[in-house]
């Protein structure tokens, strides 16, 4: 490619409406995310339906906003790049089918992105010196996984949770600890005031790769309900540091082994999780320790946006990976999809 290459990026797969604007594939000129939180914070969770019909209202006023703010007209999109999966399959419709009007209207090509790949490249927004290969460990709302990332499109995955995702664990505690969702940042808080040693929850034992968190999430809850059914007072900032402990420990020791084995002399974290700063720190020191070199996205680009998926979309446009316009969502996308 011999230009400046304008790619728009359209991230609708759960409960963020986001378009961007990305130059190169590394340079962000824009940044739109309008957030449902607020909206689906009285139902405790995302409610599906709410969200994909938030999301066809807020679509268009967000990639408008997009292009405003990159100080661009539509005619100078070069490419789009949509979420395609995986992800809450009405709310992936929306953005999908945007894609495709623009991509149709404009004459451009159109790019299918997938969101996971897409949380791993938010690092190469983040950091310009970045290249593969590396050890990527991504943790979000839906997915736990280690990747062994050997180039630009090949993403072997070594291991994935076999029960709940770290995030759905975090959000799961803090609901029943009567904090608003989503619960991690909220947990992440609450930790600091908290004694990371004062309970000793069971850690995940799983053999190779696979994360598990559905057993340490079921000892959290039931030492809360035992000690309110004896009437003890709780600490709750003991609780959330003691469990993110627990969960910090298994996701950075995985990585670290992985990463070790594999060779490989750089640690990549991604995902909504990634904004965990206990998880930053501890992943960080070990690297530190050990020698490898540790990157994470800065904060806004750690949970959904669609600048990360403007920049995979940058990527797969360089080895001709573009989608046909009768693309379509797939919720149960892997990583290696
Ligand atoms: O990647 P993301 O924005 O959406 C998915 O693709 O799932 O991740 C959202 C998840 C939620 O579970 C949220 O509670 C969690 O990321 N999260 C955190 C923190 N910030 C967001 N978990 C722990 N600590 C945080 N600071
Ligand atoms: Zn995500």
Same mark, same amino acid.
């Given at each position: 490619?011999?230009?400046?290459?304008?790619?728009?990026?359209?991230?609708?797969?759960?409960?963020?409406?986001?378009?961007?604007?990305?130059?190169?594939?590394?340079?962000?000129?824009?940044? $739109?995310?309008?957030?449902?939180?607020?909206?689906?914070?009285?139902?405790?969770? $995302?409610?599906?339906?709410?969200?994909?019909?938030?999301?066809?209202?807020?679509?268009?006023? $967000?990639?408008?906003?997009?292009?405003? /703010?990159?100080?661009?007209?539509?005619?100078?999109?070069?490419?789009?790049?949509?979420?395609?999966?995986?992800?809450?399959?009405?709310?992936?419709?929306?953005? $999908?089918?945007?894609?495709?009007?623009? +991509?149709?209207?404009?004459?451009?090509?159109?790019?299918?992105?997938?969101?996971?790949?897409?949380?791993?490249?938010?690092?190469?927004?983040?950091?310009?010196?970045?290249?593969?290969?590396?050890?990527?460990?991504?943790?979000?709302?839906?997915?736990?996984?280690?990747?062994?990332?050997?180039?630009?499109? /090949?993403?072997?995955?070594?291991?994935?949770?076999? /029960?709940?995702?770290?995030?759905?664990?975090?959000?799961?505690?803090?609901?029943?600890?009567?904090?608003?969702?989503?619960?991690?940042?909220?947990?992440?808080?609450?930790?600091?005031?908290?004694?990371?040693?004062?309970?000793?929850?069971?850690?995940?034992?799983?053999? /190779?790769?696979?994360?598990?968190?559905?057993?340490?999430?079921?000892?959290?809850?039931?030492?809360?309900?035992?000690?309110?059914?004896?009437?003890?007072?709780?600490?709750?900032?003991?609780?959330?540091?003691?469990?993110?402990?627990?969960?910090?420990?298994?996701?950075?020791?995985?990585?670290?082994?992985?990463?070790?084995?594999?060779?490989?002399?750089?640690?990549?974290?991604?995902?909504?999780?990634?904004?965990?700063?206990?998880?930053?720190?501890?992943?960080?020191?070990?690297?530190?320790?050990?020698?490898?070199?540790?990157?994470?996205?800065?904060?806004?680009?750690?949970?959904?946006?669609?600048?990360?998926?403007?920049?995979?979309?940058?990527?797969?446009?360089?080895?001709?990976?573009?989608?046909?316009?009768?693309?379509?969502?797939?919720? +149960?996308?892997?990583?290696?999809?």
């Amino acid at each position: 490619m011999d230009k400046n290459i304008i790619t728009l990026g359209i991230e609708t797969s759960c409960d963020e409406t986001a378009a961007a604007i990305v130059l190169n594939g590394r340079t962000i000129l824009s940044n $739109v995310i309008s957030t449902q939180i607020p909206l689906h914070r009285k139902f405790g969770g $995302v409610v599906p339906e709410i969200a994909s019909r938030r999301h066809i209202v807020n679509i268009m006023p $967000v990639i408008d906003q997009a292009i405003c /703010d990159a100080q661009l007209g539509l005619a100078d999109i070069d490419q789009i790049a949509v979420t395609h999966g995986p992800g809450l399959v009405g709310a992936l419709l929306v953005g $999908v089918a945007a894609a495709k009007t623009l +991509a149709f209207a404009l004459d451009r090509p159109l790019i299918a992105v997938n969101h996971l790949q897409g949380h791993i490249f938010a690092n190469f927004l983040s950091h310009p010196d970045l290249e593969p290969p590396f050890m990527a460990l991504i943790v979000s709302g839906g997915h736990t996984a280690l990747i062994d990332m050997k180039s630009y499109n /090949d993403f072997e995955l070594l291991g994935q949770t076999r /029960d709940d995702a770290a995030g759905e664990a975090f959000d799961k505690i803090a609901r029943v600890m009567g904090l608003p969702y989503p619960g991690g940042p909220q947990i992440d808080k609450l930790a600091r005031e908290g004694n990371p040693n004062a309970i000793d929850f069971p850690k995940p034992k799983v053999d /190779d790769y696979d994360f598990s968190f559905s057993g340490l999430k079921s000892a959290v809850l039931n030492y809360l309900n035992s000690a309110q059914m004896r009437g003890e007072t709780i600490n709750n900032a003991d609780v959330a540091a003691s469990f993110q402990r627990t969960v910090v420990d298994s996701l950075t020791d995985k990585t670290i082994d992985a990463a070790k084995r594999s060779g490989l002399r750089s640690i990549v974290l991604a995902g909504g999780v990634a904004a965990n700063s206990a998880l930053e720190s501890k992943l960080r020191a070990e690297c530190e320790r050990r020698g490898f070199k540790f990157y994470y996205p800065s904060k806004i680009l750690c949970t959904d946006n669609a600048a990360m998926i403007a920049c995979r979309g940058y990527y797969q446009s360089l080895v001709n990976d573009f989608a046909d316009h009768d693309l379509n969502a797939y919720p +149960a996308l892997t990583i290696q999809a």
